[in-house]
């Protein structure tokens, strides 16, 4: 079963994207090819900006509680 989730990026962003999918490539597609492209450090260096949160002390606490759960 395929579930589809609706995104919202910047306008600058979207552009970005379209410049670097191929013609015959879904969005869902590139972005597989990008995630395989790169390690999850180097995706998240290169999104540094291109996203806002909207609480980021609740987004970092929720992080480190993670951390700590994969530690143990």
Do not use: N
Not at 22 to 33: G, M, V
């Amino acid at each position: 079963m395929l579930m589809s989730k609706t995104i919202t990026i910047r306008t600058e962003v979207y552009m970005d994207l379209v410049k670097v999918k191929k013609d015959d490539e879904s969005f869902s597609e590139l972005f597989e090819r990008l995630m395989k492209s790169a390690t999850p450090i180097e995706i998240l260096q290169k999104m540094r900006g291109s996203v806002e949160f909207k609480d980021k002390g609740k987004m970092l606490s929720e992080m480190r509680s993670k951390r700590s759960e994969m530690r143990y």
